[in-house]
């Protein structure tokens, strides 16, 4: 093993080393133990083998290894075996000296070290009077790495174009990774078959999801909260990561900011695009005015030479694009309707009622703002101690902006009217201290306060009103989540002490949060009608109107507690494992008051037995190759969200009731308003009375558990390049489902069904669940948040890697997989994805909505090798780069529902859109994908400076790249008498009514020194 004896920082020349070190250091080394380590999460450890021409090893050999950035000196000896560990050294470039009398001196210079990276670096000396020993080759393939994950590093995330410059979207480069739902363009991604909703975020070491939603901070509804400008890499661990890592079941995207250096340096940048550059849209009639600035620059330098560095940034984004309103399926067969309608009145009523929908659709324009900052400064107090502190600040505001944000699309149905105008503030200030406590023993603490807030306002007045379903249809009036805020606080003290013991070593933390969340929001506040159709509509016959009473803001707290050890150890110098244990608990909070009507509204069970065993393996065989193999279990946090719905909606703190109108089965209720009014609103602590609907926890409630299993081989097959293969494997259990408790066992209804695409026509048997009465007749719905869902991914990836050069870099993999799950995870979600029979949810049981087959991913950077000669011809001919991300993917599951009378509830339990009879869920595959985005740049530099000119272009082929189409598959008649006929399949079903971005050009100008 190996021994630190000293960090120094200074001007050390990479050969210099004075021949008195070699006694000191070999005298501290017989006094203390092996070097000590500390967590990866920033850092990344360089090692290697020091040995003879003959291949003996080398012990006691002096070892200096020194950062080209700042100046920071790590001087070490060589074991006895000859081999040397330095870990815990910020990601960067590194020169590293090696020397021993009797035999000359070796280095390595411009040793590059990446997140989470352990980089070997062996050297063969000679003896003395031969010429310099030489460094052995430096490999890519990391023979320590045990868990599978790759890392985005500077080369990429500065160059690769990245459509508004949100650095997390380079995450779904990974095997194993797509894009979240079904956008192919999204804030997170979905790892190893996992829902994104137990995925978590790390930068600088501490959380950066917010703990409301399990999203990223802001969700949706910005552009991103930390600038790609501001970040140096970051890593993506798809799964199996060590025991020091937690709150995620899934994926883990781990980013470090940029820092100061000894010399000053920094840019400034202008990215500019208009409608002029672009395509047209997909399904607008005209190309609507966008324009899209962002600008910004960075400046970074040394306070005090080797002691004292800053680094700060700045990014705006100013947004102005189309909202194209259609109408969606609502007109269509209108004049078919329009010829069986006798009674004139109803004619003229139908008639306006499509004037008025025509009048909701066109080009409208929204305004996007938003701008980050962050400022980081490091300290180098002294050998012992170093210190980081980073603030960051984001601010975004934004018109017209819907309820899922800015990942919006462009063309939809919803009228200006149900929009909001948004505004949304994010701060965070994180803190780190590392002390070297002694030779083997090494602390780091980080704590983080976060403060976030969210505001979206509507744009117009109650009720909403939707027609047809959310994704054909048409919805106008205030949309029933408006208004709604949020604020966020977190504090985040995290804890890891290192000790070394032998060959072992051994790692032991702390990670504790404390969350609130205060959030406005009251469903339905000024009341929601859904009508069937546009027929229904002109005449005021609708389905359901509901409306939320009242307090409509509250706080729930949400600490956190993580513990973890875990023992790092080379069983040979071939062989090394890594076993670890980490425990978790999610201190849900009760409800501040419950309703006397229901036990259950009374209690929130904590589930405190979250024991997650990690085991993962690194074998180097001969040949180069490493094989790879790890277990891991996981537990994935519960949004913040989820648990105040249930503190909330008890008909006694808020009160959600839903009235059956004269287009429902069984006719209005009592109570049902005329559309379209609204019944009063009411504020206060509800009065427990009939026909709410609750949300309650299951008894047996448990924090979703997913066990991942990998297995990798890799091996360097050329100069800087390597190939990978390898298996995942994730199985969740407990996965969180959401099912109404309150129906009897079903009874049955004859259904006739004509289904000409297979052929079927006849009369069937179909379970039933609509009566007079329920189980808890002083309830409608209760929705039961259970944790019996689950689910089985299996992956086979295969990966090429080349780090840069020659000047070409590219990253390429391939997946193949499958997901088979019993139900869609809701996530956050808290009222939807409920079984079509909660007695027999087995039937559910079928291709995950996130299964995607086939997966490509090209990602390169490349510095064209043009060379001629003269002056002029250098300049204009020689500095080209291309860079380039192409993703290919086949199309995801959809299931197939039913629409019309009823609002296509055909097994009559209230629900909207039943799955269509005799067809499985997620039967049908939707179109897949393909996009190449493509970025030209001219380089020119000089004296330490560059000018960077580039034109980017996203879905370079402007490719039709269609979202998921219509579902609808069946309509459903009325007969009249409880009888119902299912016609189909209808023409919409599977047609698409939007699209990924067309073709988007930007003009990038930037300077650099």
């Not at 102005?320 to 329009?338: I, N, Q, R, Y």
Request: glycine share 10%; charged share 20%.
């Amino acid at each position: 093993m190996m021994c630190r004896v000293i960090i120094g920082r200074g001007r050390m020349q990479g050969a210099m080393i004075h021949r008195t070190t070699i006694p000191a250091l070999v005298f501290l080394c017989l006094a203390a133990s092996p070097l000590c380590v500390q967590s990866q999460a920033m850092n990344g450890v360089i090692h290697g083998a020091i040995r003879s021409s003959n291949g003996t090893s080398i012990p006691n050999a002096a070892v200096v290894i020194r950062n080209r950035d700042n100046g920071a000196v790590r001087m070490l000896l060589s074991d006895a075996s000859g081999r040397y560990r330095a870990p815990s050294l910020t990601v960067g470039s590194y020169d590293i000296t090696v020397r021993r009398e009797g035999y000359e001196t070796a280095g390595r210079s411009a040793v590059s070290l990446e997140i989470g990276q352990a980089v070997d670096v062996s050297f063969m000396l000679r003896p003395g009077g031969a010429p310099d020993s030489p460094a052995v080759r430096t490999s890519l393939v990391e023979t320590e790495r045990k868990q599978p994950g790759t890392t985005l590093n500077r080369g990429f995330v500065e160059n690769l174009p990245v459509y508004g410059r949100k650095f997390m979207d380079l995450g779904v480069l990974v095997p194993g990774a797509t894009e979240f739902g079904e956008r192919d363009s999204s804030a997170t991604a979905d790892f190893s078959g996992v829902n994104h909703f137990y995925s978590n975020s790390l930068v600088d070491g501490v959380d950066a999801y917010q703990a409301w939603s399990n999203l990223p901070n802001g969700k949706f509804l910005v552009p991103f909260e930390f600038s790609q400008n501001s970040i140096r890499e970051f890593q993506v661990l798809n799964g199996n990561f060590p025991a020091e890592f937690g709150r995620s079941a899934g994926g883990l995207v781990n980013a470090v900011t940029k820092s100061g250096s000894n010399n000053w340096h920094g840019d400034a940048f202008y990215l500019f695009s208009d409608s002029a550059m672009n395509a047209t849209p997909r399904f607008a009639s005209t190309k609507p005015d966008t324009r899209q600035q962002q600008f910004g620059g960075s400046l970074g330098g040394p306070l005090l030479a080797n002691r004292l560095f800053v680094f700060g940034n700045y990014d705006q984004q100013i947004r102005s694009e189309p909202m194209v309103v259609t109408a969606g399926t609502v007109l269509d067969g209108f004049e078919a309707t329009l010829s069986q309608i006798n009674d004139p009145a109803e004619r003229q009523r139908f008639i306006q009622a499509g004037d008025f929908i025509r009048s909701l659709t066109g080009d409208f324009k929204r305004d996007f703002d938003q701008y980050t900052f962050l400022v980081r400064t490091d300290w180098l107090t002294n050998p012992v101690h170093s210190f980081a502190v980073r603030f960051n600040l984001q601010d975004f505001r934004a018109t017209n902006v819907p309820e899922n944000g800015f990942t919006a699309p462009i063309v939809s149905g919803m009228a200006v009217s149900s929009n909001s105008a948004v505004d949304v503030r994010n701060n965070s200030l994180a803190f780190q201290w590392t002390a070297n406590i002694s030779p083997t023993t090494l602390n780091e603490a980080r704590i983080m306060f976060s403060h976030a807030t969210e505001r979206q306002s509507p744009n117009g007045e109650g009720p909403q009103v939707r027609i047809g379903s959310a994704r054909t249809g048409v919805t106008f009036g205030r949309r029933d989540i408006f208004p709604a805020s949020l604020r966020e606080q977190r504090w985040q003290w995290a804890d890891n002490l290192t000790l070394i013991r032998g060959n072992h070593e051994i790692k032991t933390g702390v990670d504790i949060h404390r969350i609130s969340d205060r959030n406005y929001s009251l469903t339905a506040i000024d009341g929601a009608y859904q009508f069937n159709n546009l027929r229904n509509f002109a005449n005021g016959r609708y389905m359901t109107y509901t409306q939320g009473f009242g307090i409509p803001e509250e706080t729930t707290v949400n600490p956190y507690y993580g513990f973890f050890i875990q023992d790092n150890f080379r069983i040979a110098s071939t062989l090394s494992i890594n076993i670890g244990l980490r425990y978790e608990f999610q201190d849900l909070q009760p409800p501040s008051v419950s309703n006397p009507q229901f036990e259950q509204t009374a209690a929130i069970r904590d589930d405190k037995n979250n024991f997650a065993p990690r085991l993962a393996i690194a074998w180097q065989a001969p040949g180069g190759v490493v094989f790879r193999s790890s277990y891991g279990m996981y537990y994935g946090p519960l949004p913040v969200q989820v648990n105040a719905v249930a503190r909330t909606q008890n008909g006694v703190f808020q009160n959600l009731r839903e009235f059956r109108g004269p287009a429902a089965q069984g006719g209005a209720s009592a109570g049902a308003p005329a559309y379209p009014e609204v019944l009063p609103r009411d504020s206060g602590p509800q009065t427990p009375g009939p026909g709410a609907r609750i949300v309650v926890f299951s008894r047996d409630f448990a924090n979703a558990n997913v066990q991942q299993v990998n297995v990798e081989v890799e091996r360097e097959v050329f100069s800087d390049a390597s190939i990978s293969m390898g298996w995942l494997f994730t199985k969740g259990t407990r996965l969180r489902s959401n099912e109404d408790i309150n129906l009897f066992p079903p009874t049955t209804r004859t259904v006739e069904i004509h289904d000409a695409a297979r052929g079927i026509t006849g009369s069937f048997s179909l379970p039933y669940f609509g009566g007079p009465v329920r189980p808890f007749p002083f309830f409608d719905q209760i929705t039961e948040y259970r944790s019996d869902n689950n689910s089985v991914y299996h992956a086979f990836f295969a990966q090429m890697q080349h780090r840069y050069r020659r000047g070409l870099q590219f990253l390429f993999n391939y997946t193949f997989s499958k997901l088979i799950d019993r139900g869609q995870a809701p996530g956050n979600q808290t009222t939807c994805c409920t079984s079509d029979n909660p007695f027999n949810p087995g039937d559910e049981r079928g291709l995950g909505r996130r299964d995607q087959r086939h997966r490509m991913n090209l990602a390169a950077v490349w510095d064209l090798p043009v060379s001629v000669e003269g002056r002029f011809a250098e300049r204009l001919f020689e500095g080209w780069r291309l860079n380039t991300i192409v993703r290919v993917g086949s199309g995801r599951p959809l299931t197939p529902t039913v629409t019309g009378d009823f609002g296509g509830d055909v097994n009559g339990d209230g629900v909207r859109m039943d799955r269509a009879p005799l067809f499985g869920r997620n039967t049908f595959i939707g179109s897949g994908y393909a996009s190449v985005d493509a970025a030209l740049h001219k380089l020119f530099a000089w004296e330490g400076k560059s000018f960077d000119f580039g034109i980017e272009a996203y879905n370079l082929l402007n490719r039709a790249n269609y979202l998921r189409g219509s579902t609808e598959y069946f309509n459903m008649t009325d007969l009249g008498g409880g009888s119902v006929r299912l016609d189909g399949p209808l023409s919409s079903f599977g047609r698409p009514s939007d699209a990924t971005r067309s073709r988007e050009m930007q003009v990038v100008v930037r300077f650099s020194f």
